[in-house]
């Protein structure tokens, strides 16, 4: 396998509650990724990060924050979920343009 | 900004037809183009890729050149089954710095057997 993994599959949560999802990589890889991937507008950067600490908003990262204090692990967060952020969340890695991609997570927010 | 626009699906085809499926990019900077493929439930997967003018990528049976006069690069197979049956996204990334991958809003492709 790829060395990716994120957690959980799925998620079913209710609006205003904080959620975290977990990418893990065994690759070593520096740059991590997340998308989410939503009908007609297929995947769209939400935040990326670049080393231990060193994180940059994607094009639609209002209500998502991140944090990676090692170089496996990047956390998404929801601070306070919305149905609007019911959507399918991908991790992703590179070390350069080619990206390996998680099995995804299945959020539904109610 | 960087773009890449995607002919829009979804596209049912009978098993052993021709595909294509169009792809064509913004032509900013010297871009490596990509193909990769999502199959149902799964993370998407790298299908081919070409990272200078008129390389053709090829895996799997399918193929796509990078033409750099018409800023395209479409997908072929000469032969689809139902096993290929998926989403393919079209992707660029330019070369050197940070190399941000741009994708397409994806096609989905169903075959009938």
């Known amino acids: 396998d790829a060395g990716i993994t994120q957690s959980p599959r799925h998620k079913v949560t209710e609006t205003g509650t904080p959620v975290t999802l977990r990418c893990h990589q065994t690759?070593?890889?520096?740059?991590m990724y997340w998308y989410r991937q939503d009908p007609g507008h297929g995947l769209r950067l939400i935040h990326y990060?670049?080393?231990?600490?060193?994180?940059d908003k994607g094009e639609v990262s209002d209500g998502y924050s991140v944090s990676r204090s090692k170089t496996e692990d990047f956390l998404l967060t929801l601070e306070s979920a919305t149905s609007s952020q019911t959507s399918v969340y991908f991790c992703?890695?590179?070390?350069?343009?080619?990206?390996?991609f998680g099995s995804g997570t299945r959020l539904t927010v109610v | 900004g960087d773009s890449v626009t995607q002919m829009e699906g979804p596209v049912t085809l009978s098993e052993e037809a021709f595909l294509t499926i169009n792809c064509t990019y913004t032509a900013t900077g010297y871009p490596s183009l990509f193909w990769y493929v999502q199959y149902p439930g799964e993370g998407l997967q790298l299908l081919l890729k070409a990272t200078k003018a008129d390389d053709k990528g090829s895996n799997k049976g399918f193929e796509a050149t990078y033409r750099k006069e018409t800023t395209s690069f479409h997908l072929e197979k000469g032969s689809v089954q139902v096993s290929d049956s998926a989403v393919y996204f079209c992707a660029r990334a330019n070369s050197g710095g940070y190399q941000k991958v741009t994708f397409g809003t994806g096609t989905k492709l169903q075959v009938i057997p």
């Open positions: 992703a890695i590179s070390e350069s343009t080619l990206y390996t």
């Open positions: 990060s670049y080393g231990v600490k060193d994180t």
């Open positions: 690759e070593n890889h520096r740059y």
